[in-house]
């Protein structure tokens, strides 16, 4: 029984919930770098997603798509903390990325686009999460992640520009947004 606070199989830990033990919701998409500009977005790409599932979860099997033909699938043990982010970006090379500390590389599987894009977290017939922004609702600026409000940080909410602005922190080579950490302060409210 994953995070129960036993350890039911007897090897030091609690067990994580795996994406199948999860429901819509317990993933939230919260920050997106989809147009780079320190470095070439073949490289600079990335999104960030918030574990809400009140437990440790191993994210091995999530399916992360577009409304295309983008997709890839987590392999192998990804775990992240309950109340923790998780980066996925397109390199986890820091000395071509950015400078940024990726924590799941999907290589060329997934292309996030500058002006409209879609995310969209799922497993079997369970979408988590999932988000289309567009340069007319949502923040479009080189350089800048698309960061998510911290008061929005629901399925619901996330998929309304209005919750969105632009990061206001710097990382890494010169881009702004906080990839891994608190997202900034969306003064737009």
């Known amino acids: 029984i994953p995070q129960d606070g036993i350890d039911q199989d007897c090897d030091g830990e609690d067990d994580p919930y795996a994406v199948s033990d999860l429901d819509e919701g317990d ?43 983008d997709s890839f699938t987590v392999s192998g043990e990804l775990l992240v903390e309950d109340g923790d982010y998780v ?34 977290l799922s497993y079997s017939t369970t979408t ?28 619901d909410d996330n998929d309304e520009g209005a919750s969105w602005c632009s990061a206001e922190s710097t990382f890494g080579d010169g881009d702004y947004g906080t990839p891994g950490d608190d997202n900034d302060a969306c003064y737009t409210y």
């Open 87 to 120: 980066v996925f970006g397109v390199d986890d090379d820091d000395t071509v990325n950015g400078d940024v500390t990726v924590d799941y590389e999907y290589g060329s599987y997934m292309a996030l686009g500058n002006g409209s894009d879609e995310l969209i």
């Open 27 to 69: 993933l939230i998409i919260t920050e997106v770098m989809a147009n780079s500009d320190a470095v070439d977005d073949a490289y600079g790409g990335w999104f960030e997603v918030y574990n809400a599932s009140g437990g440790d979860v191993d994210l091995e099997d999530l399916v992360v798509s577009d409304d295309g033909e």
């Open 128 to 155: 988590f999460d999932d988000v289309a922004w567009d340069d007319t609702d949502f923040p479009d600026d080189a350089g800048y992640s698309m960061t998510l409000h911290e008061d929005y940080f629901d399925v």
